[in-house]
């Protein structure tokens, strides 16, 4: 308990987005939008034309910021680029996958679930260590 | 025969003791179990109606879009002047019991800030903690704050509280809410469809939704970091004590 790194604790951190329009416009309505002084946004809108390095890059750009507390990434967004989102494990910033209009909430490719399904599973830790 | 029975004894009570214990420690690891299924059903409970209410805000908006015109309803009237976010959050380390080897689970808690306003005036905060259910509830508690009157230094700067300063007009809590909700829709211009304004507040009502999703996730990753050192322990215990069955399973005698 004594040596636990701390979570930076923060009084006013931002919401980063990564979805598409619909949900990011509607974000922005209720006030989550942020342009700093030099215009970079907090949000990326996925589209037909992003490519995945882009939604990649955003993703590293939000999970590195120290003023971003939680990342909003579309769900289907999140599975172009699954193996970063998987293999990404700090507690700040959260990572939250949403539904969208064309793809329904899917638990099963959630990648909090992924980590916690493992106590489910028919393998269990004494068949890891056989 | 006297000492026969007095070890006899001696052994009952050290054996009803270590019952005593083992039955204390398995209530403990029940009751690990238990949080850790209980903050998964929440995490899946609280998706299903972020889901829906999601779904309710893309209806009011494609409604809005509709009466307003495709062109007047996107995120492209955004431009990208200095605009601070209005609706921030507070994030703050819970002392938990979790174990210190998984950074995932070092239970940050969350509470959004929405429409914050900063003026040369005044600075105004409606704090919601991951426990206020009614997004609506114009009663709920208000915090006022003084701000400096710099105008925008640098990002943070221009988010933190600063010293206090003599009000010049003063504005109710809620008025203060309403100017900056309106400010947020007059980006779509002057007069806006009454959808649009129920889009907004859906999509608030899903932001305190994410809210405590992020909460009940910390929560979540946490009780499973628990659950999992307590079968690692089990599981070394049985099988230093060579009490592995068939199956992998442990087997108590």
């Known amino acids: 308990m004594a040596n636990k790194p701390q979570i930076p604790t923060s009084n006013s951190a931002l919401i980063a987005m990564i979805a598409d329009e619909d949900t990011i416009t509607g974000f922005l309505l209720a006030g989550v939008g942020n342009v700093d002084l030099r215009r970079k946004t907090n949000y990326l809108i996925v589209d037909s034309k992003t490519t995945v390095k882009a939604i990649e890059d955003a993703f590293k750009e939000f999970t590195t910021k120290e003023d971003i507390a939680i990342v909003l990434i579309s769900q289907y967004v999140a599975n172009m680029i699954r193996f970063l989102v998987d293999s990404y494990n700090k507690p700040i910033p959260a990572i939250l996958e949403i539904p969208s209009k064309e793809h329904p909430y899917d638990p099963t490719h959630d990648s909090v679930l992924s980590r916690v399904k493992y106590l489910f599973s028919s393998e269990s830790v004494a068949s890891e260590r056989r | ?253």
Not at chain 2, 164 to 183: A, M, Y
Not at chain 2, 215 to 243: E, I, P, W
């Open chain 2, 1 to 253: 025969m006297r000492n026969k029975t007095k070890n006899q004894n001696k052994k009952e009570k050290e054996k009803k003791n270590e019952k005593e214990i083992s039955d204390e420690c398995t209530k403990e690891e029940d009751g690990k179990v238990l949080q850790f299924l209980d903050s998964m059903d929440s995490y899946l409970t609280l998706m299903d109606s972020l889901s829906s209410t999601l779904r309710q805000g893309w209806i009011e908006l494609a409604s809005a879009r509709y009466s307003m015109g495709a062109s007047r309803v996107t995120s492209a009237l955004y431009d990208l002047k200095l605009h601070p976010a209005v609706t921030t959050l507070q994030v703050r380390q819970l002392d938990g019991e979790s174990p210190r080897q998984d950074p995932m689970v070092e239970e940050p808690h969350f509470t959004l800030s929405r429409w914050l306003y900063s003026s040369e005036d005044y600075c105004y905060s409606r704090e919601t903690g991951s426990d206020e259910a009614d997004p609506k509830n114009k009663n709920s508690s208000s915090l006022l704050r003084h701000r400096g009157t710099s105008q925008y230094p640098d990002d943070k700067e221009f988010r933190r509280k600063a010293s206090p300063v003599s009000p010049r007009s003063p504005l109710t809590g809620d008025d203060q809410v309403q100017k900056e909700r309106s400010k947020s829709l007059s980006v779509f211009g002057k007069l806006v469809s009454p959808k649009l304004r129920e889009a907004q507040v859906s999509f608030e009502t899903a932001l305190e939704t994410l809210i405590k999703i992020a909460n009940v996730r910390s929560l979540m990753l946490s009780a499973h970091a628990q659950v999992q050192q307590d079968l690692h322990g089990t599981f070394d215990l049985c099988y230093n004590s060579r009490k592995i069955g068939k199956d992998g399973s442990c087997k108590h005698y």
